[in-house]
């Protein structure tokens, strides 16, 4: 069973009856002290929030049933607020397997084969003139493919599906190679390397199933987060490849400087040229995905909802663009 409505194509007042993803889940009290459910739901189109209220507390205990990477049937209709699509649940209930749906209509995947997009990125790293770089990137990416194959690049927001974590680093890749042809200042084996490992211990700082679909941080995570996690774990590597103290040290602040800002985690600024260029790669690429995301569903000359990770603007898509 194919799914009939997908969430990018989703108008005002429409209703309708169909199964989606569920990325989150609660049950909430609200201003007036009574229950609602709270939920976000995704398909291989994105990802929309969904409010049942007044849930009594019998209704609540059967929706503890509902976890987060289960498939749910709902009946709803599409609400706006604060200019964002909402559904306001009618009915909702845990998928079964009589219903016949096919997960790769509720998956969110990169649009790329993962297993070709691993050789490319693993073809640059064999590319690195600079030895120790080269040993670097290629301990990371042979010890960590198969997680790699299916990994997202966050939890929410740029690049939260499955493989995401390989598109990211591929697209940086091709964008990095072309800054190194304008700039030619900049280094490219430490801009391939950089961009290879600069996001490594998302794989660390996330969870995830192999669908792709993350329900949280770990400790680690949450303690630490994947900035301060690469520094560690670039140590750790240079030790077993013999990469040079120097060398070590500027992997290290690629690592801790490539958010820029410290309400972003970084405790530093980018201090070399390589690193400068690392955070703009990452950085473009991040809001290109946002804006790519945020007006898929979008009509030719119409404004998409707003766009939280875009300061909340809404994105025109021209009328010529299809």
Same mark, same amino acid.
Not at 207 to 236: F, I, P, W
């Given at each position: 069973?194919?799914?009939?409505?997908?969430?990018?194509?989703?108008?005002?007042?429409?209703?309708?009856?169909?199964?989606?993803?569920?990325?989150?889940?609660?049950?909430?009290? +609200?201003?007036? =002290?009574?229950?609602? %459910?709270?939920?976000? *739901?995704?398909?291989?189109?994105?990802?929309?929030?969904?409010?049942?209220?007044?849930?009594?507390?019998?209704?609540?205990?059967? !929706?503890?049933?509902?976890?987060? +990477?289960?498939?749910?049937?709902?009946?709803?209709?599409?609400?706006?607020?604060?200019?964002?699509?909402?559904?306001?649940?009618?009915?909702?209930?845990?998928?079964?397997?009589?219903?016949?749906?096919?997960?790769?209509?509720?998956?969110?995947?990169? $649009?790329?084969?993962?297993?070709?997009?691993? #050789?490319?990125?693993?073809?640059?790293?064999?590319?690195?003139?600079?030895?120790?770089?080269?040993?670097? #990137?290629?301990?990371?990416?042979?010890?960590?493919?198969?997680? %790699? !194959?299916?990994?997202?690049?966050?939890?929410?927001?740029?690049? #939260?599906?499955?493989?995401?974590?390989?598109?990211?680093?591929? =697209?940086?890749?091709?964008? +990095?190679?072309?800054?190194?042809?304008?700039?030619? /200042? %900049?280094?490219?084996?430490?801009?391939?390397?950089?961009?290879?490992?600069?996001?490594?211990?998302?794989?660390?700082?996330?969870?995830?199933?192999?669908?792709?679909?993350?329900?949280?941080?770990?400790?680690?995570?949450?303690?630490?987060?994947?900035?301060?996690?690469?520094?560690?774990?670039?140590?750790?590597?240079?030790?077993?490849? +013999?990469?040079?103290?120097?060398?070590? *040290?500027?992997?290290?602040?690629?690592?801790?400087?490539?958010?820029?800002? $410290?309400?972003? /985690?970084?405790?530093?600024? $980018?201090?070399?040229?390589?690193?400068?260029?690392?955070?703009?790669?990452?950085?473009?690429?991040?809001?290109?995905?946002?804006?790519?995301?945020?007006? #898929?569903?979008?009509?030719?000359?119409?404004?998409?909802?707003?766009?939280?990770?875009?300061?909340?603007?809404?994105?025109?898509?021209?009328?010529?663009?299809?």
């Amino acid at each position: 069973m194919h799914k009939t409505y997908f969430i990018n194509t989703l108008k005002i007042d429409e209703e309708f009856t169909d199964f989606f993803l569920v990325r989150s889940i609660a049950i909430r009290i +609200g201003s007036n =002290r009574k229950q609602y %459910l709270d939920v976000t *739901l995704s398909d291989a189109t994105g990802e929309i929030n969904g409010k049942k209220w007044d849930v009594n507390d019998e209704e609540a205990k059967n !929706l503890q049933h509902i976890k987060e +990477g289960d498939l749910v049937k709902i009946r709803a209709s599409v609400s706006e607020w604060n200019n964002t699509k909402q559904l306001r649940i009618a009915r909702i209930r845990k998928g079964q397997k009589e219903d016949g749906c096919e997960m790769p209509d509720y998956i969110k995947a990169a $649009p790329e084969d993962p297993e070709e997009m691993y #050789a490319f990125i693993h073809a640059k790293a064999e590319s690195i003139g600079d030895s120790g770089l080269r040993a670097m #990137a290629l301990l990371f990416l042979d010890r960590e493919k198969e997680k %790699l !194959l299916y990994y997202p690049a966050a939890m929410k927001n740029h690049h #939260a599906e499955q493989a995401g974590l390989l598109y990211h680093i591929k =697209r940086m890749l091709i964008m +990095g190679e072309k800054a190194c042809e304008v700039y030619e /200042g %900049l280094d490219r084996d430490w801009i391939v390397c950089g961009v290879i490992l600069h996001d490594m211990e998302k794989l660390r700082e996330i969870r995830s199933n192999e669908l792709g679909v993350s329900d949280g941080y770990t400790r680690e995570g949450q303690l630490l987060g994947h900035l301060v996690l690469g520094a560690a774990k670039v140590a750790d590597m240079a030790k077993e490849t +013999g990469l040079s103290e120097e060398k070590t *040290l500027m992997l290290q602040h690629m690592m801790i400087s490539h958010h820029y800002e $410290p309400d972003f /985690g970084s405790p530093k600024k $980018p201090m070399f040229l390589e690193a400068e260029m690392l955070h703009y790669l990452d950085m473009i690429d991040a809001k290109m995905f946002d804006y790519e995301a945020a007006l #898929a569903g979008v009509d030719p000359g119409q404004f998409s909802d707003r766009v939280r990770t875009l300061d909340g603007r809404m994105l025109y898509k021209p009328s010529f663009k299809k």
